[in-house]
């Protein structure tokens, strides 16, 4: 009887241990290979996991116990970043913050306990490793059931894949910042501008962008890409397979270096279901734009028989990944027409507000009797334009870096000799001008006319903004190809709030800030290498506010930390691991510092990361065990 009892109470405790003991995961190994790329069109070595890129979906579940053993066959340093993983800081993967890489011929074995659940993704965090083809997909099932329904799934990784190497690309955006944005304005889009907009707002704003030694199309500082998905270019056509009816799970993540994508499904509603790995509240769409490193997961439910195509433009129009779902194999969806209106930045995106001050005196060629609306004649004498060589001979208008360029079009728009414009390819019989005489009495010192410039010609307000996370007016804000509806941070909502709410303790401000001249990318004007860590202390919640100075978008990524971006949807604010600040825009997120150590804390951007966005946040107290210890890097 005693026996038995003691048996019963070894038995009680043995399975209270085992209950209370993490399952181990199935171990995962990966090597870290060089591999060959193959986009078809594109032939290249890069880097890629257990032989291949991207890498394979690695599969968790909620509350077990991971070990990933990485044995690293390059002939450099290396390292896994889970990116959205909550972990010890010690196994986030970022050499000189949580440990010191994995040398060439090593191996690094992570163990963490998995305690989330959702899509999320893993790459390398050493060089320019992950544009180069290091990344991989990671889906956790949660303990318990997911609050949707869906009867198969799919990771959809996007990545903007470049003939160059990562390496290679960011020596020559240090040389030539605008070596890979190749949609330059010509001087024939000059044209085209001055007749829809007025040569005075077209003026005024060359001159603006080129003070700020940018384009209004500096949205993709790297054009020349290949968009995969899953590892297939648009014409190697990646193909899901549905059954009609079925609801489908699609689980995208951007895994790009450096591009942003809008992604539809024409013919569907995709209905999202997941932001950053975090269950969101259902909202239907038509389209949503994804940052880089984000993640969203929909649903989607195609009913007929045949293929529908997933559709991904980049932002700026410069490139798009491709990929169909079908009801069988070898079946492609017919492709959209690529959209053209390529967007342009604003003043909006600079920052700049019409009502604001501007500073008046500066800008050549404009009067108070200057035509705003240059009535543009037919187009049919377009293609003369195309035959100019840019006023100052160079062919390159476009690029109008400084002042005197710009002066040298100011000219052009004051054009007191039109004997010089008729050179121009004939510009006056283009330009509908209503008199000669007003040309002749332009004034360029000085300009007075500022107030007169209609707001619609500058592209500012001319359409309602629905999107507060755009600045108003600004060129990139969003619209879906159908015309319906597009997904805003502000319609993400937390299925379930993961943090009681409570106010911050104070907040910390921090400004995107950047040289595009020099190709140095920045926080509050100062890079990297020559910043303090940012101290937070563990137990402590931060309300962190971003001001973009830049006139590009950023997706900024704490690590090890949860972001709570504050999209006024209070306790259900969304929670992410990556939030998106769009140009001359301020967007705040909350943290609750729970994770003790240290920890990266940068854009995404791969180049923008390389070049100095980037800081070390350093959690202090919290549990001895996990305190950080070193201080290595900066
Ligand atoms: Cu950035």
Redesign the pocket.
């Known amino acids: 009887m005693k026996f038995k009892n003691a048996w019963g109470m070894l038995v009680a405790a043995l399975a209270v241990a085992v209950l209370s003991l993490p399952a181990m995961a199935k171990p995962y190994d990966l090597s870290v290979d060089y591999v060959d790329i193959d986009t078809g069109k594109m032939k290249t070595t890069g880097i890629g996991y257990n032989g291949s890129s991207p890498g394979p979906t690695l599969r968790f579940r909620e509350g077990e116990e991971a070990e990933i053993r990485v044995t690293n066959n390059l002939d450099e340093t290396t390292s896994i970043h889970w990116h959205g993983l909550i972990l010890p800081y010690q196994m986030d993967g970022v050499p000189g913050i949580s440990f010191p890489g994995i040398e060439p011929g090593q191996s690094f074995t992570y163990r963490f306990p998995v305690q989330q659940n959702g899509t999320y993704w893993f790459h390398s965090h050493s060089g320019f490793q992950e544009p180069d083809g290091a990344y991989g997909s990671i889906i956790i099932e949660p303990k318990t059931r997911d609050p949707f329904r869906y009867d198969r799934e799919y990771v959809v990784v996007l990545k903007d894949k470049h003939p160059h190497s990562g390496a290679r690309i960011m020596r020559n955006l240090k040389m030539m910042p605008d070596y890979y944005n190749r949609q330059q304005r010509t001087l024939g889009t000059f044209i085209d501008d001055a007749a829809r907009d007025g040569l005075s707002a077209t003026l005024f704003n060359r001159k603006a962008w080129g003070s700020m030694r940018m384009m209004p199309t500096d949205i993709e500082d790297i054009q020349g890409f290949t968009g995969l998905i899953n590892g297939k270019s648009p014409e190697q056509n990646w193909t899901g397979i549905f059954k009609p009816d079925e609801r489908v799970r699609l689980r995208f993540i951007n895994a790009s270096a450096m591009t942003y994508f809008d992604v539809r499904i024409p013919g569907l509603e995709m209905t999202v279901v997941q932001a950053d790995g975090n269950n969101v509240q259902p909202v239907t769409v038509d389209e949503f734009r994804i940052a880089v490193a984000e993640t969203y997961d929909v649903i989607v439910q195609p009913k007929e028989d045949k293929a529908y195509g997933i559709m991904a433009e980049s932002m700026g129009r410069s490139g798009y990944a491709f990929a169909s779902l079908a009801p069988r194999e070898g079946m492609r969806a017919e492709m959209p027409a690529l959209r053209t209106d390529s967007p342009l930045l604003t003043m909006a995106d600079m920052g700049m507000n019409m009502n604001m001050n501007m500073d008046h005196a500066n800008l050549p060629g404009m009067t108070p009797n200057m035509p705003t609306k240059l009535g543009m004649a037919e187009t049919n004498t377009t293609p003369d334009m195309k035959n100019m060589k840019g006023m100052n001979g160079t062919g390159k208008m476009g690029s109008m870096g400084d002042m005197a360029q710009m002066k040298k079009m100011g000219d052009m728009g004051s054009m007191g000799d039109m004997a010089q414009m008729k050179k121009m390819g004939d510009m006056g019989s283009m330009m509908n001008m209503p008199a000669q005489g007003n040309m002749a009495n332009m004034d360029h010192g000085n300009m007075p006319g500022m107030g007169n410039m209609d707001p619609a010609a500058m592209n500012m307000g001319t359409d309602t903004n629905s999107d507060p996370f755009y600045a108003p007016g600004s060129g990139l804000t969003p619209k879906a190809a159908n015309g319906g509806k597009f997904l805003s941070y502000a319609d993400l909502k937390a299925q379930k709030p993961r943090y009681p709410e409570r106010p911050a303790m104070r907040e910390i401000t921090l400004r995107l800030t950047g040289n595009m001249e020099r190709y140095v ?1 920045s926080i509050n004007g100062v890079k990297y290498e020559d910043a303090e860590p940012i101290r937070l202390k563990y137990g402590e919640r931060v309300r962190f506010t971003y001001v973009n100075e830049t006139m ?1 978008a ?1 997706p900024m990524h704490l690590h090890g930390l949860w972001s709570i971006l504050d999209n006024g949807n209070g306790k259900w604010n969304p929670v992410k691991h990556t939030i998106n600040v769009n140009p001359g825009t301020t967007v705040s997120f909350e943290t609750e510092v729970d994770a003790p150590g240290q920890w990266a804390f940068h ?1 995404h ?1 791969s180049y ?1 990361m390389a070049s100095g ?1 980037f800081r070390k946040v350093i959690v202090e107290g919290g549990p001895q065990s996990a305190q950080a210890t070193g201080t290595e890097g900066s």
């Open positions: 990318w590009m950023h854009c951007l923008h966005m």
